[in-house]
């Protein structure tokens, strides 16, 4: 099973950003090979997408993110990035990473990590 391992959550002021980190922690894992997405969810409310980054590093955002958030990865560390600048209070949610194996087609989830933005 894959295990995905989110870090970079916390608490910061409007304005202010955090980078939010997700390996994949599972020996051997074929990483490289994945789909890979940040969502998120706000209490009461539905999960959201964020981002995906392809394979091919092709890039897509919610309307949201445009412009304030970055999605990166790298392979070679098995990890995917998330670069949040100009956060706002209602981006205060919990965030998840995503895989989806190409191969498989399977989903893969973090655990999710916290964000709370507020004075």
């Known amino acids: 099973q894959v295990q995905l391992v989110e870090s970079g959550g916390g608490l910061v002021q409007p304005g202010g950003s955090l980078r939010l980190s997700c390996a994949a922690a599972t020996p051997g894992s074929i990483f490289s090979r994945a789909m890979l997405g940040w969502y998120r969810q706000a209490p009461g409310k539905q999960r959201e997408l964020v981002a995906t980054?392809?394979?091919?590093?092709?890039?897509n955002y919610a309307d949201f993110a445009k412009g304030r958030f970055t999605i990166s990865r790298d392979n070679a560390k098995n990890t995917v990035y998330l670069q949040m600048n100009s956060l706002k209070p209602e981006d205060t949610a919990v965030y998840y990473c995503?895989?989806?194996?190409?191969?498989?087609?399977?989903?893969?989830w973090g655990q999710g990590t916290q964000v709370t933005v507020s004075s």
């Open positions: 980054i392809s394979s091919g590093h092709s890039t």
């Open positions: 995503n895989g989806r194996n190409y191969d498989s087609g399977r989903d893969y």
